[in-house]
């Protein structure tokens, strides 16, 4: 559950008079997300989120993802939609906060996945590349190799407490990705994010994607390893090829993959593995006393980072 910052009556009241979407019957915090705070605003005129931006975001960014969520809305990717206030402006302030209303999106996401959902998503995020692929703006990924160096940094003195060894596993990943990390790469907006708890289906149909908060512009082929990580794997830690096969060809089929991305797709996925190992260790070596929220497991990404050190090529992955 992730509820941070909790509004108060008169703050909720002054915020919602400079919006036109009627008037405000309940507006609850949601029991999911792990970055943001969340809530559902239910209003004469329906359902909206409103969401209370914390820690990771920073409010110089929020133009970017709001920019970009009209434009892949405009493209046909299924996608929240911004809400502006009456004054022509999503973004203002709320209980300190930067926050902003978007638009309820129908759906739920998937809590045991399928091959179906997989390939229904190979399809969906190779559609999000494209449609990017002439969005104006650009945003550095502030989680790649110089964010995972501080985030080593910062947690690496601590990381054995979590696991014995840890530690030194994540100084050797680092020093090697350093070394091998591709940078002639296709580039373009990715998600960066697109964990099954952000992309909704309705009757085994895929209906849109949310969460755009970590989006930024890298690597085409990492968005798709980091699906990979997230979606092809069994609660257990074992990997489901048979899934990963129907992810990568459904977004092959859309948006071929290059040599070179393909050479390289073993390495991304490491990267994306540290990724949110790191990023999980460090909310789980700096748990927020008092917060609603579910810390994930790190172990669970350093045990797909050991899988992909082993892996030689894509065709391990399901593709030849
Ligand atoms: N546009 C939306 N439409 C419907 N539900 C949403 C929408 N945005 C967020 N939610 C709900 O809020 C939850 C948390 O949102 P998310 O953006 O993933 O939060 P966080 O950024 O904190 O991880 C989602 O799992 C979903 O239940
Ligand atoms: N997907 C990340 C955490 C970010 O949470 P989300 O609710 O924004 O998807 C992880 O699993 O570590």
């Known amino acids: 559950m992730a509820v941070y910052t909790e509004p108060s009556d008169d703050e909720l009241r002054d915020f919602l008079a400079e919006y036109a979407i009627g008037d405000a019957l309940s507006c609850k915090g949601i029991a999911e997300g792990v970055e943001n705070s969340n809530f559902l605003l239910v209003t004469t005129q329906g359902p909206f989120i409103l969401t209370l931006y914390e820690k990771r975001v920073d409010p110089a960014d929020l133009p970017f993802f709001l920019d970009l969520m009209q434009h892949l809305a405009g493209k046909g990717v299924g996608c929240p939609l911004p809400v502006n206030g009456k004054d ?92 091998a990390w591709p940078s002639e790469l296709p580039v373009g907006v990715i998600h960066a994010d697109l964990f099954p708890d952000n992309v909704f289906f309705q009757d085994a149909k895929l209906t849109g994607l949310i969460d755009f908060y970590f989006a930024c512009t890298d690597a085409l082929a990492y968005d798709l390893v980091i699906c990979l990580n997230a979606w092809c794997f069994e609660p257990d830690g074992a990997f489901n090829a048979t899934k990963a096969r129907a992810l990568m060809r459904a977004y ?4 071929p993959l290059n040599q070179a991305e393909l050479a390289a797709l073993p390495v991304l996925a490491r990267g994306a593995s540290l990724r949110f190992l790191l990023t999980r260790l460090y909310d789980w070596l700096n748990r927020v006393d008092g917060a609603l929220v579910r810390v994930k497991d790190p172990l669970e990404y350093a045990r797909k980072l050991r899988f992909h050190r082993q892996v030689r090529d894509a065709g391990e992955y399901g593709l030849d």
């Not at 601590?158 to 350093?178: F, K, P, S, V």
């Not at 092959?252 to 948006?255: E, M, Q, W």
């Open 88 to 179: 022509g402006r999503a973004l203002r302030t709320l209980a300190g906060r930067p926050a902003a209303i978007i638009t309820f999106l129908t759906g739920m996401w998937p809590r045991k996945i399928t091959v179906e959902h997989c390939r229904a998503l190979g399809t969906a995020l190779a559609a999000l590349h494209v449609a990017g692929a002439d969005f104006p703006h650009v945003r550095r990924n502030s989680l790649s190799l110089d964010g995972w160096r501080s985030l080593a940094a910062s947690c690496v003195a601590r990381a054995d407490a979590c696991e014995a060894g840890l530690a030194a596993a994540i100084t050797t990943e680092l020093a090697e990705l350093e070394q």
């Open 252 to 255: 092959v089929a859309v948006r």
